[in-house]
Nanobody, 123 residues
Framework: QVQLVESGGGLVQAGGSLRLSCAAS????????MGWFRQVPGKEREFVAA????????YYADSVKGRFTISRDNAKNTVYLQMNSLKPEDTAVYYC????????????????WGQGTQVTVSS
């Protein structure tokens, strides 16, 4: 089992940057596919990015490709989401998640979730 705690959210102007962090408990962090999702009220949770167990492969939603970068440090049990050129439509609660699968972008296939961190981008 793994517990996830996100941090780094906040209020930023359009065009600005934020870096989210997700710290994981447990010794098996490197065995999980890690992902970031986001959700706004009234909408389904949306895939943002994922990174393979050793960090060699990354996957992005089209809406964030070229602006967001996911990375992980298995020695620190932490996954990051660097968000640049932020837009008002990026405003959401961002969740970190862990999956036992090799690759998936489907929220239902992630087994562990953090509590979320709010990101608000003002225009």
């Amino acid at each position: 089992q793994v517990q996830l705690v996100e941090s780094g959210g906040g209020l930023v102007q359009a065009g600005g940057s934020l870096r989210l962090s997700c710290a994981a408990s447990g010794r098996t962090f490197s065995t999980y596919l890690m992902g970031w999702f986001r959700q706004v009220p009234g909408k389904e949770r949306e895939f943002v990015a994922a990174i393979s167990r050793r960090g060699g492969d990354t996957y992005y939603a089209d809406s964030v490709k070229g602006r967001f970068t996911i990375s992980r440090d298995n020695a620190k049990n932490t996954v990051y989401l660097q968000m640049n050129s932020l837009k008002p439509e990026d405003t959401a609660v961002y969740y970190c998640a862990a999956s036992l699968l090799v690759l998936t972008t489907t929220a239902a296939e992630y087994h562990y979730w953090g509590q979320g961190t709010q990101v608000t981008v003002s225009s």
